[in-house]
C-alpha cells in the first residue's frame, strides 16, 4: 500500500533534549516536506526537499533541522526543543512539483 | 503566492451537491489552484487541483472563472464522510503549499 508513515505518533518530552521524528514514504517520490499545524495558523510549511541531498528551508524553519540521505527518508530533528514547538507535525510526498502530496498521519509533538 | 479567501464555515444536506467557493483575485498566470481537505486531525488529503481549465475526478469537480480571479470546488453528491475543513490554495510550481483556515464544511442527514 502506498503510505507515509511516520514516528512516533505521540510523543511528550521535556525542553532541551534532542528529539527526532521519522518520516518515510514507499512511492519513489522525489519530493517530501515537514509541516506543523497550530490552532488558528493552518498548516505551516516547515523545511521541503526536492531530492536527495537537496533541502531547502519553508516558512517557520527555526528550531528545527532535516536531512535528505536517502530518497524514502525525511527525519525531522529538534535539537534542543522547547515549549512553541508543541504542534501537530505532518510529513508529505510527492512525485513532481505539482503532483498531489500524499500526507502522513501525523505525529502530535508536546514539549514540557 | 496569492492569498485565497474562503468562507469560515457552510452546511450541506447529505446527498445534495457542496459548492466551495474560493477567492484569489490577485492569481498570477503561473499559479495553480489546489484543493485538499482534512478530515479532524487526520493527514489533508490531496482533492483536485487546476491551471486554467475545469477538472473533474472521481471525488470532485473545479471550476474555475474565465478570468481565474475565483474558482469553485463541488462535491455532487455529498456524504457525511466529506464533513471536513476545506483549503483552497494558491502556487506556483512548488511542492510547498501554505495552507490558510479553509472552510469547515458540515454535512447533515
Known amino acids: 500500500e502506498a503510505q507515509v508513515t511516520q514516528n512516533p505518533r505521540y510523543l511528550i518530552t521535556v525542553t532541551g533534549k534532542k528529539l527526532t521524528v521519522t518520516c518515510s514514504q514507499n512511492?519513489?517520490?522525489?519530493?517530501m516536506s515537514w509541516y506543523r499545524q497550530d490552532p488558528g495558523l493552518g498548516l505551516r510549511q516547515i523545511y521541503y526537499?526536492?531530492?536527495?541531498?537537496?533541502?531547502d528551508k519553508g516558512d517557520v524553519p527555526e528550531g528545527y533541522k532535516v536531512s535528505r540521505k536517502e530518497k524514502r527518508n525525511f527525519p525531522l530533528i529538534l535539537e534542543s526543543p522547547s515549549p512553541n514547538q508543541t504542534s501537530l507535525y505532518f510529513c508529505?510526498?510527492?512525485?513532481?512539483?505539482?503532483?498531489?502530496?500524499?500526507f502522513g498521519p501525523g505525529t502530535r509533538l508536546t514539549v514540557l | 503566492d496569492a492569498k485565497t479567501t474562503q468562507p469560515p464555515s457552510m452546511d450541506c444536506a447529505e446527498g445534495r451537491a457542496a459548492n466551495l467557493p474560493c477567492n484569489h483575485s490577485t492569481i498570477s498566470g503561473n499559479e495553480y489552484v489546489y484543493w485538499y481537505r482534512q478530515i479532524h486531525s487526520q493527514g489533508p488529503q490531496y482533492i483536485i487541483h487546476?491551471?486554467?481549465n475545469n477538472e473533474t475526478n472521481e471525488m470532485a469537480s473545479l471550476i474555475i472563472t474565465e478570468d481565474r480571479k475565483s474558482s469553485t470546488l463541488i462535491l455532487p453528491h455529498a456524504t457525511l464522510r466529506d464533513t471536513a475543513v476545506y483549503y483552497c490554495i494558491v502556487r506556483v510550481v512548488l511542492p510547498s503549499l501554505t495552507f490558510g483556515q479553509g472552510t469547515i464544511l458540515t454535512v447533515h442527514p
Open positions: 512511492m519513489n517520490h522525489e519530493y
Open positions: 487546476g491551471l486554467k
Open positions: 526537499s526536492m531530492n536527495v541531498e537537496v533541502t
Open positions: 508529505a510526498s510527492s512525485f513532481g512539483p505539482t503532483s498531489e502530496q500524499f
